[in-house]
Each structure stands twice: as structure tokens, then as C-alpha cells.
């Protein structure tokens, strides 16, 4: 299983970037894909689900209306589209993915449940 993120960047609050999470070494329908963020001293949290086999998405509170995951499932990958961001979403963004028995259609998708990491993309909103 590899996973490899990319589209991470700097940016002014309020503006956009598109994260992409390419996926290979697994079927690609038979699992969730999650992403995650991590900001300096804080723990790791779940920032969006997609289980596209299930055509099923889920997104924290935070990131509601802001953000939007998606899937190609040609190309194995998935995106996430973050609109209007504000300088807390600054952290360090990870793909992860599970088998989808494990988080049936991406409810609580916490991190632990998640067995393969891709290596992290730094987003930094500033003011």
C-alpha cells in the first residue's frame, strides 16, 4: 500500500488549495480513504472521510461547508478541495487508508482505526 500526498502550499486566509492523495498497492474500492491533520503540540484529528466503493463521504465540524472530498476512481486518487481557509487549518495534512469493513462509509473514521500513511503535506494558512 502507498499512498502520496501532494498540493500543500502557503496561502492567505480565505483563499484555496487542493490536496490530492494518490493511492496504489490495494483496491482501491474496498476502502476508505482518510484525511487527517496534525498542527504543532496538538493531536492528530480526522478531517474528512471518503469510502468510494460505499459512495460515502464524512467531514469534521470544523471543515463543514469549506472543504470537499472527492474521489477518481480511474485514477486512484482522492482530492481534497479546501475553500475559504483560515489560519487554523495550518497543520500538516495526511492521506491515510483502511479497509472500508473496518470504518463502514466513513463513520468515525478515527486515525488509530487507519493502518496506511502516506508522508504528510504542510499547509500553512496566514492572516
Known amino acids: 500500500v502507498q499512498l502520496v500526498e501532494s498540493g500543500g502550499g502557503l496561502v492567505q486566509a480565505g483563499g484555496s488549495l487542493r490536496l490530492s492523495c494518490a493511492a496504489s498497492?490495494?483496491?482501491?474500492?474496498?476502502?476508505?480513504i482518510g484525511w487527517f491533520r496534525q498542527a504543532p503540540g496538538k493531536k492528530r484529528e480526522g478531517v474528512s472521510c471518503?469510502?468510494?466503493?460505499?459512495?460515502?463521504?464524512n467531514y469534521a465540524d470544523s471543515v463543514k461547508g469549506r472543504f470537499t472530498i472527492s474521489s477518481d476512481n480511474a485514477k486512484n486518487t482522492v482530492y481534497l478541495q479546501m475553500d475559504s481557509l483560515k489560519p487554523e487549518d495550518t497543520a500538516i495534512y495526511y492521506c491515510?487508508?483502511?479497509?472500508?469493513?473496518?470504518?463502514?462509509?466513513?463513520?468515525?473514521?478515527?486515525?488509530?482505526?487507519?493502518?496506511?500513511w502516506g508522508q504528510g503535506t504542510q499547509v500553512t494558512v496566514s492572516s
Open positions: 498497492g490495494f483496491s482501491f474500492n474496498d476502502y476508505a
Open positions: 471518503i469510502s468510494p466503493g460505499e459512495d460515502s463521504t
Open positions: 491515510a487508508a483502511v479497509h472500508s469493513i473496518v470504518v463502514p462509509n466513513c463513520v468515525a473514521p478515527r486515525p488509530g482505526y487507519f493502518q496506511n
